[in-house]
């Protein structure tokens, strides 16, 4: 089955930088986009930034540009999202995220979510 495992989320003081994982199996890796979503206190769920299957296209939520950045290594099944220059307002918990073509239409699948925190 289609899973999504998410890690390196923590404490960080603004101005640090994390390095988020998420490790994908059970379906094609190398066959699809990738992305990263994250869900702040009391607000919708919202996209991050998405990587095409070859890894030739990226792009990103204007409030992470410059500072966010999407990776993925189609040998490793993994997508990665390196931030730096962390603010407050990235406080969330981050989502790895994939959209499948099942028998009965496409469907989203996510990871369980790793907290990030960014306080002084």
């Known amino acids: 089955q289609v899973q999504l495992v998410e890690s390196g989320g923590g404490l960080v003081q603004p101005g640090e930088s994390l390095r988020l994982s998420c490790a994908a199996s059970?379906?094609?890796?190398?066959?699809?986009?990738m992305s990263w979503y994250r869900q702040r206190p009391g607000q919708e769920r919202e996209s991050v930034a998405v990587?095409?299957?070859?890894?030739?296209?990226?792009n990103y939520a204007g409030s992470v540009k410059g500072r966010f950045t999407i990776s993925r290594d189609n040998t490793k099944n993994s997508v990665y999202l390196q931030m730096n220059s962390l603010k407050s307002e990235d406080a969330a918990v981050y989502y790895c995220?994939?959209?499948?073509?099942?028998?009965?239409?496409?469907?989203?699948?996510w990871g369980q979510g790793t907290q990030v925190a960014v306080s002084s």
């Open positions: 059970g379906f094609p890796f190398r066959n699809y986009a």
């Open positions: 990587i095409a299957s070859s890894g030739g296209y990226t």
């Open positions: 995220y994939v959209r499948l073509p099942t028998d009965l239409g496409p469907r989203d699948f």
